[in-house]
């Protein structure tokens, strides 16, 4: 029988369901209640975790051989000696777990945007009638250039959502040669971002970058806020030469209510919800449980995580 920790937030449902699906092997729930002494001796004796843990904990559990993170990202845990920590661990991901929400969710910011449904939803607030003079703003996202910085499942699938527009997309991956980045970016009209944090993306649409991108731009990033320069960001729309942005992603999350994002004009901040769906957690324990039985049978898990390649 193996110990199975879970950090994820079930409700009484989900986790009668999770327990007959692992049995007879045992659940135990843990909270990452650093000061907890019990929940780190719990977690001690786990082989398996669903959740994701604080990595301060691992040094402690000699057991533990496989984490399955309830997350995409996995920056937190990078600065972590995996090789001589624990050569017997595996860590996996969910790894284009995400791709239609978010792909949909950009697709969306990306309409509202060019037309302007976020603007007369601001004026219904204030119960002004404009629309004759919003008209001339509207634009099409019809035959638009879009660069893509990010080629995994995100991408690729907005680019088949973009079909029908008749787009002419062209991607990038983090390693692509930057000198021909820059080239695309320089004329595009819409600009998605959905790398990872490492650190070859770390601050890539830096200052320069962006004050570089086309007049009229949309500048979309739902991959991680550390990519971007907020400040940066914040005076290209200021000043107007971006035409808008969608931010899912910050450097701080909850966005600090000083900052600037939470009042410039024409940037739709979705605060990290691209990926949400009404059965989000129920789809997670699917994915979990069809990776306990490769665990179990022996089999490579889905969505592994290489961290010398840092993804």
Same mark, same amino acid.
């Given at each position: 029988? !193996?110990?199975i920790g879970?950090?994820?937030?079930l409700?009484?449902k ?5 327990r007959?699906?692992?049995h007879?092997?045992r659940l135990?729930?843990?909270?990452a209640?650093?000061e907890?002494v019990?929940?780190?001796?719990d977690?001690n004796q ?8 604080p990595k301060s904990?691992f %040094?402690?559990?000699?057991?533990l051989?496989w ?5 995409v ?5 990078? %600065?972590?000696?995996w ?5 017997q661990?595996q860590?996996?991901n ?5 791709s ?9 910011g ?7 449904i976020? =603007?007369v939803s ?8 404009v ?5 001339p703003? @509207?634009? $099409?996202?019809?035959?638009a250039?879009?660069?893509?910085f ?6 690729? !699938?907005?680019?088949?959502?973009l079909?029908?527009? =008749?787009?002419k997309?062209?991607?990038f ?5 930057q000198?021909a980045i820059?080239?695309?970016l ?5 600009i998605? %971002? ?5 650190p =070859?993306t !770390?601050?890539?649409f830096n200052?320069?970058r962006i004050m ?11 991959g991680r806020g ?6 940066? $960001?914040a005076?290209?729309?200021e000043?107007?030469? @971006?035409f808008?942005?969608?931010?899912d ?5 909850p966005l600090? =209510?000083?900052h600037?994002?939470?009042n410039?004009?024409r940037?739709i ?15 997670k324990?699917?994915?979990f ?10 089999a490579?898990?889905h969505? @592994? ?7």
């Amino acid at each position: 029988m !193996r110990n199975i920790g879970c950090l994820v937030n079930l409700t009484t449902k989900q986790e009668h369901r999770l327990r007959s699906a692992i049995h007879p092997d045992r659940l135990i729930f843990l909270n990452a209640d650093l000061e907890n002494v019990k929940t780190i001796a719990d977690f001690n004796q786990c082989e398996i975790i669903f959740g994701n843990p604080p990595k301060s904990w691992f %040094s402690t559990n000699t057991k533990l051989r496989w984490i399955q993170l309830e997350s995409v990202g996995f920056g937190e845990y990078l %600065s972590t000696d995996w090789e001589h920590s624990n050569k017997q661990l595996q860590l996996t991901n969910l790894a284009g777990f995400f791709s239609d929400p978010v792909s949909e969710s950009i697709l969306a910011g990306i309409l509202a945007l060019l037309r302007g449904i976020d =603007q007369v939803s601001l004026f219904r607030d204030k119960y002004e009638w404009v629309g004759d003079d919003l008209r001339p703003t @509207l634009r $099409l996202l019809k035959k638009a250039k879009v660069v893509m910085f990010g080629r995994g499942a995100i991408n690729q !699938r907005l680019e088949k959502l973009l079909e029908p527009f =008749q787009c002419k997309v062209i991607a990038f991956g983090k390693s692509s040669d930057q000198a021909a980045i820059d080239s695309e970016l320089n004329s595009a009209d819409i600009i998605v %971002s959905t790398v990872p944090d490492t650190p =070859q993306t !770390r601050n890539f649409f830096n200052r320069s970058r962006i004050m570089r991108l086309k007049a009229g731009a949309i500048f979309v990033n739902f991959g991680r806020g550390s990519v971007v320069d907020d400040e940066a $960001l914040a005076d290209a729309l200021e000043s107007g030469s @971006l035409f808008g942005a969608v931010i899912d992603v910050t450097r701080d999350e909850p966005l600090p =209510q000083g900052h600037r994002f939470w009042n410039v004009s024409r940037l739709i901040l979705t605060q990290h919800s691209g990926g949400g769906t009404a059965n989000e957690i129920d789809h997670k324990i699917d994915w979990f449980l069809e990776n306990l039985d490769r665990y179990r049978n022996g089999a490579t898990l889905h969505a @592994l995580i290489n961290f010398s390649r840092g993804y």
